[in-house]
Structure formats: C-alpha cells, structure tokens
C-alpha cells in the first residue's frame, strides 16, 4: 500500500517554462488536495478536488491548474512558472473530508530561476 | 477557528514519555483538537484528534482538560524517529480547514 505518491521529488525550472506535478493515490479516497509550504506561511491550499471530475480553487490558485479525471490523479500544472512558485509542495488525500485526517506525500521541492 | 500557543521546542530521552502541550484558550464547544507532525523533508502526518474525552491510538494518546482549554499529547516512549514539527491545531467540523501554526520542535535525544 504505497499511500500518496508525488514526483518528481526535486525540480528546477526556468521562469516561464511549464511542469506537471505527478499526485496519485491508491486509498480509494475522494478528497485531494494541493498544498505549498513556505518559510513562515505555514502550509497553504492551491487547489482541492472533492471526486473524479470536481475541482475547486483554495487560498493561492493564481498560477496553477489541476484536473481529475480519475479518483487516483491529482495532477498540478504551473502554467508559466515564475521565482514566487519556489516551495515546497504537498499533495494529500482523505477519506473522511477534505480538512480531515489528512494523509500527505513526501512533497516536490520546486526551484524557479 | 480558535488559535493554539505552543513553546518552541522540547526534547526528551529515548524510551521516555514525551509529553507535548498545547493552548487553545480560546476554543469554542464544536472545535476539535487535532495533532499532526512533520518529520524533516517529509509530508505533514496525521497523529490523533479529540474534541473533549481523551483519545488514544497506535501512535499517541491526546489528554483535553475538562474546560477543554488545553491539551497534552503523549508519545509513552518516545525514539529517535519522533524528532520532528508538532502541530496543535483546532478546528470545527469537516469544512474547517486546517491552519499549520509554526508547531513545537521535538528533538529526542539517545
């Protein structure tokens, strides 16, 4: 049972290229969620998805975009990458609800120059 | 939600209880008490929640004080592996996001 699974673990980027972050989970859970975390700002939500085919925005979707055409993806596409996208980066699922027991993956360090 | 104040940093022995407390004066009577870590270069980990009877499980045991205004998490024998970020969070039900204030530094020494 491997959980939340993230790659790449580690990504360099030049300002204005674009990525996908890779999120899939094999718990069965409908609730995913995309979370950045900075120095200082604590761990904050991008974007969620309450089941295959809903998404919605969180607190900082501005640059991001995210589809869910399975219950196991949750891909995160930076659109135009930009040095402010340099984070850590967080996907998690839950069964119970989107702010509930949340389970995380071993997060994508990203670095735009 | 109600906001939570923990010290900075604990450390303890390996094999010893670590006992981790948090405030939360200011919460309301529909607001949970949750405790996550976050191992260094790892994801956030879920630990235990309760809302005011004291809970246990494989990992830890959260103790709430009857007015519900602070709580202790236990790890009974704490090892290497539980250096970690603790965090104290409060929140009601299941549409309540949870905040991830800057948390209490366990360091378990040998």
């Known amino acids: 049972n491997a959980g939340v699974t993230q790659t790449p673990k580690f990504q360099v980027l030049k300002t204005g290229q674009s990525m996908t972050l890779q999120c899939a989970q094999d718990?069965?859970?409908?609730?995913m969620s995309w979370y950045r975390q900075d120095p200082g700002m604590g761990l904050r939500l991008i974007h969620y998805s309450v089941g295959a085919g809903i998404t919605d925005q969180g607190e900082v979707p501005n640059g991001y975009n995210v589809s869910r055409s399975t219950t196991e993806d949750f891909p995160l596409r930076l659109l135009s990458a930009a040095p402010s996208q340099t984070s850590v980066y967080f996907c998690?699922?839950?069964?119970?609800?989107?702010?509930?027991?949340?389970?995380f993956g071993s997060g994508t360090q990203l670095s735009v120059l | 939600d109600a906001k939570t104040t923990q010290p900075p940093s604990m450390d303890c022995a390996e094999g010893r209880a670590a006992n981790l407390p948090c405030n939360h004066s200011?919460?309301?009577?529909?607001?949970?008490v949750y405790w996550y870590r976050q191992i260094h270069s790892q994801g956030p980990q879920y630990i235990i929640h309760?809302?005011?009877n004291n809970e246990t499980n494989e990992m830890a045991s959260l103790i709430i004080t009857e007015d519900r205004k602070s709580s202790t998490l236990i790890l009974p024998h704490a090892t290497l592996r539980d250096t970690a970020v603790y965090y104290c969070?409060?929140?009601?039900?299941?549409?309540?996001?949870?905040?991830f204030g800057k948390g209490i530094t366990l360091s378990v020494r040998p």
């Open positions: 718990m069965n859970h409908e609730y």
């Open positions: 200011t919460i309301s009577g529909n607001e949970y």
């Open positions: 309760g809302l005011k």
């Open positions: 998690a699922s839950s069964y119970d609800g989107l702010h509930e027991k949340l389970f």
């Open positions: 969070i409060v929140k009601t039900g299941a549409n309540s996001k949870l905040t």
